[in-house]
DNA sequence: TTATAAAAAGATATTTTTATCTTTTTTTTT
DNA sequence: AAAAAAAAAGATAAAAATATCTTTTTATAA
């Protein structure tokens, strides 16, 4: 569905939303470790998710990554967006080059509707969204059998 | 969404049911040229459908590919099975090792209608039904832009 | 101002997926 | 039987995704 990349930086972006606040940042190996993903490719993914503002960094001692307000309100698609382009909104699922109305592919209309409703899930669940959800202790980032 | 080698068979499959029948059967560069893709590649990915049964062959001078009456009841879910395995059944769309309602992860809940009603498509949807859109004229195996 | 901690950047390695090429086997026709 | 046509099987190659390692830059604190 996603890529790792994709996959590991929803989880990371969650990650540090619960843990860090205004004055207390998350480092890499923490992130790591809290969403069970190998340090260096995670390091790499955060370096993006920051390149693209999607989360900020201060280096230095007690340096580590953070959120301001508007990170918060990151959805899922902006992160899949981000790493994966935009290939969830204009791909077609049998690999046409191109979906569209004019010479769609023997799925195209069943999987319009389908697709739609996945997308405003995507949309729709913003990083808070899901810091609430992981306050209840309901939900979670890593589980057994690793 | 689903690897190369899966849209590959399954534009395969359909390909195979619209130009065969009883006696005439359909060789591999006519399925690579008909559904746009590499012959060499399409040659594993027939020979993975024709091991697994989901269609058979015939070698030999006028061999090919064909279907049988069970063949034609294949399901989009079929072809996916049989290709890229069960994570479309089974995995997490974040990663985690287990999807389960015991260690969800944030999207489990919402995401578990989505895929229910995407698997309900793929189960639902057989070769011949494809086979009847096809003949309609209003649905493609390939479009402009290659 | 120096030492240190941390991320950024860059280079390299491994694995998986996708694609191609070559040889073998089977079947039919002559 | 021999020749030819076609898929099966196996070997190889290229590209992309994933993972790791090393060096550089920046900021903080002593
Ligand atoms: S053409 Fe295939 S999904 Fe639109
Ligand atoms: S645990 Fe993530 S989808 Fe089920």
Redesign the pocket.
Known sequence: MF???CE?AIKAMIFVAQKSDSDS?????E?AEGTD?????M??I??EL??KKLVH?????????YMNKKNLKTSIADIVLATDGDGIYSKCVLGLKNCNEKTPCPVHHEYKDIKKKFIAMLEKNTITDFNEKLMTKKFFLKNEEN
Do not use: E
């Open positions: 890529s790792k990349s590991y940042k998350v480092g890499l190996k992130i993903t190998p340090v260096p490719f390091a790499k955060m370096q920051s390149k960094s201060s280096k230095g001692p007690n340096g580590g990554f």
